[in-house]
């Protein structure tokens, strides 16, 4: 599965960096996800353990998160159930309070009955992903 979305935003790229790096608040906001830990950080990366929820099934994978300051976030994942997950976050400053905002989904799953569900809450098709992130910007940012 390939998936690519991308929306000019009234927020900082710094805001917007922020709130995608924020990976622990996810569930807040993010169906499917029912919690979210780092494992380990530093500057630059964190190991960080996802459980996805999916009626009675929970799920559990570990993936690698990449921060390049206020410009990229790029998600890393070989774990089961995923032969390949890569989420690649561009954040392009467009004026001094707007952002361009990009994300870009590589999934392959491995074959058996999670296929599709993981590709859905995974993919968020229909530019549900950003739409999800940008409310979310709009109550941290916007204060409605």
């Keep these: 599965m390939h998936y690519f979305d991308s929306k000019r935003l009234p ?5 917007l960096f922020a709130l ?3 990976v622990e608040s996810y569930p807040a906001f993010l169906p499917g996800w029912s919690s979210v830990r780092i494992l380990h950080s530093d500057k630059s990366q964190l190991e960080v353990e996802q459980h996805l929820q ?12 990449r921060l390049e ?6 998600v890393t994942s070989n774990d089961t159930p995923f032969r390949k997950m890569i989420i ?5 400053p467009q004026s001094e309070n707007h952002c361009e905002i990009s994300v870009e ?6 074959p058996g009955l999670l296929k599709r569900p993981l590709e859905v809450i995974l993919g968020y098709s229909n ?14 940012y916007s204060g409605s």
Excluded: N
């Design 11 to 15: 927020y900082t790229c710094a805001q």
């Design 20 to 22: 995608v790096a924020d």
């Design 54 to 65: 999916m009626g009675p099934l929970d799920l559990c994978f570990h993936s690698t998160t």
């Design 69 to 74: 300051d206020c410009s990229r976030i790029l």
């Design 88 to 92: 690649d976050w561009r954040f392009t």
């Design 105 to 110: 989904i590589t999934l392959a799953v491995q």
């Design 127 to 140: 530019g549900q992903l950003l739409r999800l992130f940008e409310k979310r910007a709009r109550s941290l």
